[in-house]
Every structure is written in C-alpha cells, then in structure tokens.
C-alpha cells in the first residue's frame, strides 16, 4: 500500500511539474524554487550562494529524468493503443527510476550537508516538501480548499 502512495504521489507531482513546465521554461521554474527554499529556510546569502550552484544541479539532473521517464511512458502507452503495454518492462523502469531518484538524492544530501548546518538543512528539506506541496494544491482542476490544515 505504501508504495502504491509513493507511486501516486510521483505522478502527481510529475504531473504538475509538467504542467508548471508548459508555461515556464525549466529555468523559470528553478528559479522560483530556489527563492521559495532560500526564503523559507532563511537561508544567509553566504549560505545561499554555496548552495545554489549544488541545488540547481540536482534540479537539473531530476528535471532530465523526468522528462527521460515521461518520454518512454509516453511512447510505451502510444506504441500500444489497441493492446495492454508490457507492465512487466514498466515495472521495472520504475524500480529503477526510484532508485535512481534516491541515489541522486543521496549525493545532493552528502553535498549539502557539508554546506549547511544541521538545523538549517532540516529547515531546507521542509521548505522543498512545502513546495512540493504548494505544486500539488495548486494544480489546475483540483479544488481549492484552503481550511485544511498544514502539516510540519
């Protein structure tokens, strides 16, 4: 069940990446990213200068497997309109797409810890999830519902 949850939240996400992604270059979207963390992790600007050439490159390189992944999603599911796709072969692609995801990931945490401090860094990762979470809620045809409340 949890990983069902994962795999509902990757595609909601990459859903509303594309869809930000439509209207603004990947640049653009960075770029708001980036002003969001630095302001909700009150990131110091000598802190945000030795950061922001770490966190553009992991966006960057998420951005690329993204649009990899959607791209073989995409031709998977055209190639076999008439029939049912090899779930098998998608299967695997998002085995390794996670773990994929979660080695990156890995390397941005050992960058950024050697350039923030513990507590500032707790403070940058709930600054990316409440992005994430501003992305999800504000996806186009999903209804508004601003009384729910916000989790730490």
């Not at 990213?33 to 050439?53: G, R």
Request: hydrophobic share 35%; with cysteine.
């Amino acid at each position: 069940m949890n990983t069902l949850k994962h795999l509902i939240l990757l595609v909601a996400f990459v859903a509303a990446t594309a869809t930000n992604a439509r209207n603004k270059c990947p640049e653009e979207f960075h770029e708001k990213k980036w002003h969001y963390l630095v302001e909700k992790a009150q990131l110091k600007q000598t802190e945000s200068d030795l950061v922001k050439p770490v966190f553009l490159d992991y966006e960057k390189n998420m951005w690329e497997r993204h649009e990899k992944n959607r791209q073989f999603f995409k031709s998977v599911m055209d190639k076999n309109k008439d029939g049912k796709p090899n779930f098998a072969e998608l299967n695997d692609r998002y085995a390794e797409e996670e773990l994929a995801h979660a080695q990156l990931f890995k390397n941005y945490h050992l960058r950024l810890r050697v350039l923030l401090p513990p507590e500032t860094l707790f403070r940058y990762y709930r600054a990316e999830r409440e992005f994430k979470r501003e992305l999800l809620r504000n996806m186009p045809g999903r209804p508004h519902s601003e009384n729910k409340p916000q989790q730490p």
